[in-house]
């Protein structure tokens, strides 16, 4: 039977970013359609509430897709066609045609003007609203069974749901019941592990530096070979900012591989030659002989961190230059050069933690975000083996695969 000539009931597992983006998508395209979107917490988008401390940096100014696309260690190759569609002019365009002013911050970042997440979540709930889509809170999706004429869906009040069309967009959560669900409708999934998580120091060398920034350092794993340039900053627990976090992701299923447990080193001024500091250090031996070497950084760098890697270099607090040995301008330049750290551990980094895996790309076509595998099957967001650094990345994911997926489900024909 032609579905078209029925109303034509599409169910949605998730109301997060991408599973909202797409009901709205699906609802512009086809007022006709039924479209619920089944949420099996009590709130909608919390992810977004939260995303970017509170402030939604809701995707990032880069516009040529191949270039955006770089900035997916998971989903390189396969996100340039569908950034070609709906790319993150479109997303600024869209939010910015409904009413929400958006800004640009450094890095591309881009942010409602409010400052607020909840400009985003309220315009989509809005949306939501105004085009008719049900959204079903506190109602999970347990089970979905496929049928002759789409899916038997098994709720989490223990009741059944038929629908015609089913997407998938239950976010990144670790071997969550829309992973299993994935897995019965005939989907393989790649191992699911944390991405964009800072590094635990064992034996913390540096503790009391926790707070200190420094805008350009570059940070190495020399066993797998990978390095990132960037700010960096000191925790109590270890690293974190934005050179950590990118290194993390580059290398998330290395560092898993390792238990987390791996040496790194530090380069905390990458932009200075050695000959230059040698010759720094020699005209302070000359012309500031008296000065206290804890106390005149010949780097730019913080003074507390400067102290620290003297000290650590060999220096007490009271040696001045005319004492600085050639041991110590050694060890001075190799702790400058390449400070090196034991990482045990990982912690979650507050402002975003998305998941690396999921989903297989190899399984879905890209055009229409439809499973290969199971007709009237969709995928959205980041269940999908998609992840993205931080800068805005993941949710711009969330809504290029949400759009296209809303957008094949309403002229889904088959
Ligand atoms: C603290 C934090 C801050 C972040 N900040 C940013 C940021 O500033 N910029 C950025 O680009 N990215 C950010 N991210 C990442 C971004 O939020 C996610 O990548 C994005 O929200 C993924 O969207 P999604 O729709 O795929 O999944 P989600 O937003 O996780 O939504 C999935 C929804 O599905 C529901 N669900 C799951 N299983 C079921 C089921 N069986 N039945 C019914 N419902 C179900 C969940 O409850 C959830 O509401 C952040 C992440 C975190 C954790």
């Known amino acids: 039977m032609n579905i078209f000539l029925m109303i034509m009931k599409i169910s949605i597992c998730g109301a997060g970013a991408s599973g909202l983006f797409a009901s709205i998508r699906c609802k512009q395209i086809n007022r006709n359609a039924d479209v619920t979107v089944f949420e099996k917490s009590d709130q909608v988008l919390s992810k977004v509430s939260v995303s970017g401390g509170g402030r939604c940096n809701l995707t990032n100014n880069i516009d040529d897709p191949k270039a955006l696309a770089m900035n997916y260690p998971r989903g390189k190759k396969e996100l340039i066609s569908p950034f070609y569609r709906f790319g993150t002019m479109d997303t600024i365009r869209w939010f910015t045609k409904k009413g929400v002013p958006l800004k640009t911050e450094d890095n591309g970042r881009v942010f409602p003007v409010s ?19 049900k959204i079903k809170k506190q109602c999970g999706i347990k089970h979905a069974f496929t049928s002759s004429s789409g899916f038997d869906l098994e709720l989490s009040d223990n009741t059944f749901y038929h629908c015609d069309r089913l997407l998938i967009a239950a976010g990144g959560e670790i071997e969550s019941e829309g992973i299993g669900i994935s897995r019965h409708l005939g989907h393989s999934i790649q191992k699911q592990i944390p991405s964009l998580f ?19 350092i570059i940070i190495s794993v020399p066993e797998i070979r990978l390095s990132q340039r960037g700010a960096i900053l000191i925790t109590h627990q270890g690293f974190s900012g934005p050179s950590v976090l990118s290194l993390s992701s580059l290398a998330a299923r290395k560092l898993y591989e390792r238990d987390y447990s791996f040496k790194c080193t530090i380069n905390w001024c990458p932009g200075v030659s050695s000959e230059k500091l040698r010759e720094s250090i020699s005209c302070m031996r000359k012309q500031s002989a008296t000065a206290i070497v804890h106390n005149t950084p010949i780097v730019t760098i913080p003074s507390r961190l400067w102290r620290a890697l003297a ?24 702790k400058l050069f390449s400070s090196e750290f034991n990482v045990k551990g990982k ?30 099957l969709f995928f959205s967001g980041e269940i999908l083996d998609i992840d993205g650094l931080t800068g805005g990345f993941n949710l711009q994911a ?6 296209i997926a809303g957008e094949s489900m309403a002229h889904d024909k088959d």
């Open 115 to 133: 400052d607020s997440s909840s400009s985003i979540v309220d315009l989509l709930i809005n949306e939501t609203k105004r085009l008719g889509v």
């Open 398 to 403: 969330a809504w290029t695969t949400g759009y």
């Open 198 to 216: 800072s590094f635990s120091l064992y034996d913390h060398p540096v503790k009391e530096l926790a707070g200190v920034s420094v805008k350009d």
């Open 311 to 334: 000290g650590m270099s060999g220096c007490d607090s009271s040696m001045t230059w005319a004492s600085f040995t050639k041991k110590h301008e050694f060890s001075l330049l190799n």
């Open 347 to 376: 912690a979650a980094n507050k402002s975003e933690f998305v998941t690396c895996g999921g989903v297989k790309l190899s399984e879905i076509s890209l055009k229409t975000m439809k499973s290969k595998i199971c007709p009237g």
